[in-house]
């Protein structure tokens, strides 16, 4: 959700050495912009007092500010961009939050729910609050503990000290950065159930909500486990749990640079990253199986004689990732024999789900930070079931709490909504049904080889339908004005109508709506109104023949009274020119696979709409790339 920066340098004969703290923390979160927010601030430590500016709106906004009120070259700062839950977004409630009389700056993410009590606590102490936000009652638990508890004393790691008895009171889920005046070259930093990781550098080091808020200075990163505090300094990282026991993190290096986190010629990152989709797939697939076809998923550390009695498997996720499961589904079930449910994260754990030992539950997130996803696995791993994270983020949370992980290597995605995540995810998805199959022998090595040469033909399929989406961009500039289009599809089809959706709403703010062909006569056919735009996803007439008739059929229903209806369908299906007032063809394909594929004209179509409503298709509203909270 919110992003979040920290940074301290090392001075030589007192002056700044290397960076300054603005320019870091300012770049780090033009980076992490991605993430979705409402306000930016940033706050540095100057000559033993704290300095700070925020404001609300977008990050040019406090660019601006700085300008007209500059602050000084420093060695030590933290800068945010707040996504609004507790309070508005609004100059007073934009992070850091001052305390201590002004010597003490803190930044959070997440929600800390004890926020009321310990606020009337604080109040009754004398303390003033400035601000709605929980995270101002954080900073002031903070200043409290080492003003009054603690006496001040930095002697002895005073603010480290402060917050971790800070941390021992807090509930909920957060990550906390501060700052302190008495203590200049420090800043310390908490994490539970939030992203947060550590860069290191040469006589420099950083924190960010994830790698993007530093990769222009290290590609050095440490993740922290859950309930830690770090305390950083120019040449020291120390990390202990929230009772001061030392404790460890986990060093690894970041295999992407600055350069692919830009736009790379692109008119928003969006673009770019639909038309990295044909790599985002062969990184997924590659060095996945060996020379004679054999899959090798080498990431997943789980024992293969227990996934060998698997009896029933859960697929856990939110928003497009649910729709990648759903696809998922069709492909395990088919390839595995094995009964697969696919369940929103947020609604799984309050309804008592029946699991067991012989239970797997695949979560799938783009982060592997989204709080609803990481509170049904830890739920599920109570329950004694087996979890696997599909998940684009190494090191995150998710796949750390998992019993097994399989990584989608498909690059840093930064627009909000999720393109080339999600066809990795799907791909990702369907080398678990085939490694599971595979171990439980349910098809034929053969068959496997087969599909894995045509999954590795999907990158080439995919550059042609990006090479091809002219008339796709030309319709969807022309319906600019339109007010609502519907989604039609059937079996994997059906949650590419899904996404379809989705995506216009998302960036578009159109009315959408996906159904399952099947239920157009159970209610949705009374919506069809003259004019009204329809999208088809139509099966392959090569594959499930009957399924290819029906869908047709739903076409001629609908155009019949009075839809405009715009198909997909695949290369050689003449069935469908007859009734379709716009025809988009994808290359042949095996019917399991076509998601892969048929996803991307409606990406396209969303993205050039959006686009030519002058919206920024990027970080549209309300929205956050990575949702943080329940």
Request: net charge negative; aromatic share 6%; with cysteine.
């Amino acid at each position: 959700m919110c992003g979040i920066v920290g940074y301290v340098g090392r001075s030589v004969d007192g002056a700044v050495s290397g960076h300054s703290a603005l320019d870091v923390v300012l770049e780090g979160l033009r980076r992490l912009e991605y993430r979705g927010y409402d306000s930016a601030g940033i706050a540095v430590v100057s000559d033993g007092v704290i300095e700070s500016r925020k404001k609300s709106g977008k990050l040019s906004n406090l660019i601006a500010e700085l300008e007209e009120h500059p602050l000084p070259e420093t060695l030590t700062g933290i800068g945010h961009t707040r996504w609004a839950t507790h309070g508005g977004p609004t100059d007073r409630n934009a992070h850091p939050h001052l305390a201590d009389e002004g010597r003490l700056a803190l930044i959070h993410n997440g929600i800390i729910e004890n926020f009321a009590e310990l606020k009337l606590e604080l109040i009754d102490k004398g303390v003033k609050f400035l601000s709605e936000t929980d995270t101002e009652v954080a900073a002031a638990l903070v200043a409290d503990i080492f003003r009054n508890q603690l006496g001040g004393d930095v002697s002895d790691g005073g603010l480290t000290k402060a917050m971790e008895l800070a941390c021992q009171r807090l509930e909920g889920a957060f990550t906390l950065l501060a700052v302190h005046a008495d203590q200049p070259d420090v800043v310390v930093a908490a994490r539970r159930n939030s992203p947060l990781v550590v860069g290191l550098g040469d006589g420099e080091n950083f924190l960010g909500s994830d790698v993007s808020g530093f990769i222009d200075y290290t590609r050095r990163a440490v993740e922290l486990g859950q309930d830690q505090i770090v305390t950083i300094t120019a040449d020291t990282v120390v990390i202990t749990d929230f009772f001061g026991n030392p404790a460890e993190g986990k060093e690894y290096h970041v295999d992407w640079d600055p350069a692919s986190a830009k736009k790379g010629g692109f008119s928003s990152f969006m673009e770019k990253e639909i038309h990295d989709q044909p790599d985002a797939v062969a990184q997924t697939l590659l060095g996945r199986s060996d020379l004679e076809g054999k899959l090798t998923l080498n990431e997943l550390r789980i024992d293969p004689e227990l996934l060998k009695q698997v009896n029933k498997i859960v697929v856990l996720a939110c928003g497009t990732a649910a729709y990648a499961g759903m696809v998922a589904k069709y492909a395990i079930e088919n390839w595995c024999r094995i009964p697969t449910e696919v369940e929103l994260a947020h609604e799984f754990r309050y309804r008592d789900p029946i699991l067991d030992e012989n239970t797997l539950v695949v979560s799938i997130s783009q982060s592997g930070e989204t709080m609803d996803t990481l509170m049904a696995v830890r739920y599920a791993r109570e329950q004694g079931a087996k979890t696997i994270s599909i998940c684009n983020t190494n090191g995150s949370t998710i796949p750390r709490e998992s019993d097994a992980v399989l990584y989608t290597h498909a690059g840093p995605e930064i627009a909000v909504a999720s393109t080339k995540a999600f066809l990795a995810q799907i791909t990702a998805a369907y080398l678990l049904g085939l490694y599971l199959a595979q171990l439980r022998g349910n098809i034929f090595s053969g068959q496997i080889k087969d599909v894995l040469a045509d999954l590795a033909k999907i990158p080439e399929k995919i550059q042609t339908i990006l090479d091809n989406a002219g008339p796709l961009r030309e319709l969807a500039r022309s319906m600019a004005d339109e007010k609502s289009v519907l989604f039609l599809g059937r079996h994997v089809g059906y949650p590419v109508a899904l996404e379809g959706a989705l995506k216009l709403k998302e960036i578009a703010y159109i009315h959408a709506e996906g159904f399952a062909a099947g239920e157009l006569k159970h209610g949705p056919i009374a919506l069809i109104d003259e004019g009204q735009p329809v999208f088809v996803v139509v099966p392959s007439p090569r594959g499930r023949d009957s399924l290819h008739a029906k869908v047709v059929s739903n076409i001629q229903e609908i155009r019949a009274r009075g839809a405009r209806t715009l198909v997909i369908a695949e290369e050689g299906d003449e069935a469908v020119k007859a009734y379709a007032e716009h025809v988009f063809y994808v290359p042949e394909t095996p019917s399991l696979l076509m998601p892969l594929l048929t996803t991307v004209p409606l990406q396209i179509f969303a993205a050039e709409l959006a686009a030519a409503k002058g919206y920024d298709v990027d970080q549209p509203r309300n929205l956050a790339k990575s949702v943080t909270v329940e």
